[in-house]
């Protein structure tokens, strides 16, 4: 049984950072999907980034490129997510997800397992 446990998250003002991570146990490949979606009350969940854990080939949606950097420890199988420069629409509650290595790297349908969720919230 796949679990993923996510950590980080917090409130901060514009402009600072804030470091999310998902420790993943159950899976029986060396290689999957996993990352980060996010969704804002009324908007749709949306793919943040994501990471193809042992192959290394990342995602980054174009509102995050420059800010956000998904990375992996694959001792610990934990994916982080270091969010710079934040703005308030950045706020969201942000939720880890994973699935098999071939897929769709932003559609949130295409993912199996999902985290309970970690709110961020950004003040300006």
């Known amino acids: 049984q796949v679990q993923l446990v996510e950590s980080g998250g917090g409130s901060v003002q514009a402009g600072g950072s804030l470091r999310l991570s998902c420790a993943a146990s159950?899976?029986?490949?060396?290689?999957?999907?996993m990352g980060w979606f996010r969704q804002a009350p009324g908007k749709e969940r949306e793919g943040v980034a994501i990471?193809?854990?042992?192959?290394?080939?990342?995602f980054h949606a174009d509102s995050v490129k420059g800010r956000f950097t998904i990375s992996q420890e694959n001792a610990k199988n934990t994916v982080y997510l270091q969010m710079n420069s934040l703005k308030p629409e950045d706020t969201a509650m942000y939720y880890c997800?994973?699935?098999?290595?071939?897929?769709?790297?932003?559609?949130?349908?295409?993912?199996?397992?999902w985290g309970q969720g970690t709110q961020v919230t950004v003040s300006s």
């Open positions: 997800a994973a699935g098999a290595r071939f897929g769709s790297m932003s559609r949130a349908d295409d993912y199996n397992y």
């Open positions: 159950g899976f029986s490949s060396s290689s999957n999907r």
């Open positions: 990471i193809v854990t042992g192959v290394g080939r990342k």
